[in-house]
């Protein structure tokens, strides 16, 4: 896992920290490919997994990057939020015509409020450490599914 970690680094040293770059990859690259191959649910799902990987070392490493949750619990909820988050940032892609401004707008959005929205110390609360991060998997992939209803109703129309 070193190696990863040196690479993600170096990477993040030199191209700046964050959604620019993921974007770039993740949206820019990476999900036209996919579509061609096998449509947004695939191409979403298979993203989500990639990028939620894409932060395995740092959050293997650093518990202060995962609030102190215990990473046997922090990586399937982290998992499954990103999931979701891929699946909205599809949405969003594909609304945008391809455009990654809107994605980068909302991926650094999360990151800068992501964390004190779901953050119990933050507020007076009896929740667990894990509930965040749980309640975050959850409003993704709410906000995922109602995208793709409303993209449904709209087909329809």
């Known amino acids: 896992m070193f190696p990863v970690s040196i690479f993600n680094g170096v990477t993040t040293a030199i191209m700046g920290a964050g959604p620019l770059e993921e974007e770039g990859g993740w949206r820019g690259y990476l999900l036209p490919r996919l579509l061609e191959r096998g449509g947004e649910v695939r191409a979403s799902l298979i993203i989500g997994i990639v990028w939620a990987l894409w932060h395995l070392p740092i ?62 110390s933050l507020w007076a609360s009896h929740w667990s450490p894990e509930a965040g991060t749980f309640h975050f ?16 109703r709209a087909q329809r129309l």
């Open 59 to 120: 959050m293997a490493m650093f518990s202060d990057w995962r609030s102190g949750v215990p990473f046997v619990a922090y990586l399937p909820l982290y998992t499954l939020g990103v999931i979701g988050l891929s699946f909205v940032m599809s949405r969003i892609w594909l609304a945008g015509r391809g455009s990654l401004i809107p994605c980068i707008w909302l991926h650094r959005l999360v990151n800068a409020v992501g964390g004190i929205a779901f953050d119990r």
């Open 137 to 152: 998997a959850i409003a993704t992939a709410l906000t995922a599914a109602f995208l793709f209803w409303m993209n449904g």
